[in-house]
C-alpha cells in the first residue's frame, strides 16, 4: 500500500482500517467522557476544553451551516486538527489516493457519531436519536424523516453519501 496505486480490495481493508483504528475507540473515548451529556454537554464551561473559541466567528457560522450542528467547543477541534494530523500522514506514507482518504475522513465521521448513539451505555441515546427534533440530542440541528415517527440525523445522509462517492472516485482515479 505505499505506492499510488491501491488495488480495490486494499481500498476496502485501509477504509475498515479506519473505522475500526479512528471512529470507534473515538466513540468509546467520548462515551466515557461525555457519558449522557453529549456534545461536550456535560464538560465544565470554565475549562479550556469545554469552551467554544469560534462561536459568532465566520469561521463557526461556516461550520455550522455546514454541519448543521452546535458550535464545536474547543475539544472538538483538537479531536478535528488530531483527525486531519493522521490522514496527512496516512497521505505521505500509505496512500497518495486523496479520494480514498476524504471517503476514510467522511466515513469516519459518521460510524463515530453513530457509535456513539449505538454504543452509549449510559443512556437510551439510540432511542433520544431515532426521536429526532422530538428526542434529547440537541447538538444535530437538521433532522430526515425516516418513519412514522423516527428520525436520523441529516448529515448522516451527508457523511455517508460523501463517504461512497469518494470511494467511488477513489477507486476509478
Given at each position: 500500500m505505499i505506492n499510488n496505486k491501491i488495488n480495490p480490495m486494499?481500498?476496502?481493508t485501509f477504509y475498515a482500517l479506519n473505522?475500526?483504528?479512528?471512529?470507534?475507540?473515538?466513540?468509546l473515548f467520548e462515551i466515557n467522557l461525555e457519558k449522557t451529556q453529549g456534545w461536550g454537554g456535560g464538560f465544565p464551561r470554565d475549562k479550556w476544553y469545554g469552551k467554544s473559541s469560534l462561536k459568532g466567528t465566520w469561521i463557526d457560522k461556516i461550520l455550522t451551516s455546514i454541519?448543521?450542528?452546535?458550535?464545536p467547543l474547543n475539544y472538538h477541534l483538537v479531536i478535528m486538527f488530531l483527525f486531519l494530523a493522521v490522514?496527512?500522514?496516512?497521505?505521505?506514507f500509505a496512500t497518495k489516493n486523496i479520494f480514498l482518504l476524504l471517503s476514510c475522513f467522511f466515513g469516519v465521521n459518521f460510524?463515530?457519531?453513530?457509535?456513539?448513539?449505538?454504543?452509549?451505555?449510559y443512556f437510551d441515546s439510540m432511542r433520544q436519536l431515532l426521536k429526532g427534533p422530538n428526542g434529547s440530542i440537541t447538538w444535530h440541528k437538521s433532522w430526515l424523516k425516516i418513519g412514522k415517527t423516527s428520525y436520523i440525523?441529516?448529515?448522516y445522509l451527508?457523511?455517508?453519501g460523501l463517504s461512497v462517492l469518494f470511494m467511488v472516485l477513489a477507486r476509478i482515479w
Open positions: 486494499d481500498n476496502y473505522i475500526l483504528l479512528f471512529a470507534l475507540p473515538l466513540a454541519s448543521r450542528f452546535e458550535s490522514f496527512v500522514l496516512e497521505y505521505l460510524f463515530a457519531d453513530l457509535s456513539w448513539f449505538s454504543f452509549n451505555w440525523p441529516a448529515t451527508w457523511w455517508l
